[in-house]
């Protein structure tokens, strides 16, 4: 039903602006007519995706403003996979009532400690800014101090579309949602994350 209603809507409007060509007899009218007809529907869409290149190029991508050095580990989601893959000493979780679950390598083997208390300086965190009922959205991997001090950050911005794109994702069926996201939304958010953590959290191994 929802893509009948995108039908509808889509026909509806250009049954109106044909009509409108039709009884409108100056020719320059009829050019601003059909002007208007095309940018009412797209013309934020437009600025919008002007906008994002804008915003892109000053926020987004993988900003080091500080790189600490002897880090043994840190506390992040992807907890066994820093010290198997990273050479990391050790990873933990985030704290629940003031303890954490500790990973580390011990014979080859990756050994959980549960509740024990934090030796962390540092934590690697991801989140979403806004909602799809905001203009731009972003993404965020945020590499900080325990105390909150930011080191590094890797963002992602997305435009959520104009009123009309917007309009009829509502009715249709896949929904609402992003549009267009910065050039290198290629890149996996794995991916991402791993460059953020090496280029900011440096331990030998030794």
Known sequence: MGGLAVLFLLGFYCALTLLALIYIKPFWAKAIVLILALLIPSADALYGRIKLKQMCAAEAGLKVYKVAHNVEGFMDDYREYWILEGNYKYSEDYPINGTVTRYSMHDGKVVREKKVSPQSQYRVSAKYIGSTK?????????????????LATDTQIAFNGGWAEKLLAAFSDAGGGTVEWCTNTDISPL????????????YSGE
């Open 191 to 202: 991916i991402r994350h791993q460059k953020l953590v090496l280029n900011t959290l440096k």
């Open 134 to 150: 905001d203009r731009y959205l972003r993404h965020q991997f945020t590499v900080e101090s325990i105390q909150g001090d930011v």
